[in-house]
């Protein structure tokens, strides 16, 4: 599975847009680029996921460039319980496993 | 709420012991996945388990073995704890094998190894 590379913290204010970013140079033509994010002392929530089109759920958007070397997950409305630890994930359909990176630790404020 | 459980919440152990960790999967679920997350790491991959047969394993060693019964629950087994077993250990149920249905996370069984 093809690595990932995300800066290891953020903040936004409240309110505002939350844009994560994640490097997959190396990703493969059949492999997804997923989302998770964790609060603190949960299990990780799955947010989305896509191939190579831009995709949006009831959560977050994601932004895959057409090189599919990067990606950005965007908060359209940052609150305080977006507050937690977002992980960028490459996932071939070929393997169920999820591989983890250290993620970005995204801190709201007010 | 993912539908998921796992019990016990909190388990303190000495080294050398052995543990059972139990994982319920979301309903109509067949695929259970354990990680293992260190503190201040990310969950990693330990094994799957699909229609109670082994589909796939981490780089972990033969002592963390596992089961999944006929109504896919699921059980993590760890002989012979050593220190750095303490982590916070997560289940994860999911619909079918090699598909692109996301997996559904417990809350996790923090282990303690003294």
């Known amino acids: 599975d093809a690595k990932t590379t995300q800066p290891p913290s953020m903040d936004c204010a409240e309110g505002r847009a939350a844009n994560l970013p994640c490097n997959h140079s190396t990703i493969s033509g059949n492999e997804y680029v997923y989302w998770y994010r964790q609060i603190h002392s949960q299990g990780p929530q799955y947010i989305i996921h896509g191939l190579k089109n831009n995709e949006t759920n009831e959560m977050a958007s994601l932004i895959i460039t057409e090189d599919r070397k990067s990606s950005t997950l965007i908060l359209p409305h940052a609150t305080l319980r977006d507050t937690a630890v977002y992980y960028c994930i490459v996932r071939s359909l070929n393997t169920d496993k999820l591989i983890f990176g250290t993620g970005t630790r995204l801190q709201v404020f007010p | ?114």
């Open chain 2, 1 to 114: 709420e993912t539908g998921v459980t796992q019990s016990p919440t909190h388990l303190i152990k000495t080294r050398g012991q052995q543990v059972t960790l139990r994982c319920s999967s979301q309903s109509g679920h067949n695929t259970v996945s354990w990680y293992q997350q260190a503190l201040g790491q990310g969950p990693q991959f330990i094994f799957q388990y699909y229609r109670e047969e082994e589909n796939g394993r981490g780089n972990f060693p033969p002592r963390f073995s596992g089961l999944q019964f006929p109504n896919y629950s699921s059980e993590l087994n760890v002989n012979a704890l050593e220190l750095d077993d303490s982590a916070l250990y997560l289940c994860a149920s999911s619909l079918g094998r090699g598909s692109y249905n996301e997996q559904f996370f417990g809350p996790g069984t923090r282990l303690t190894v003294l």
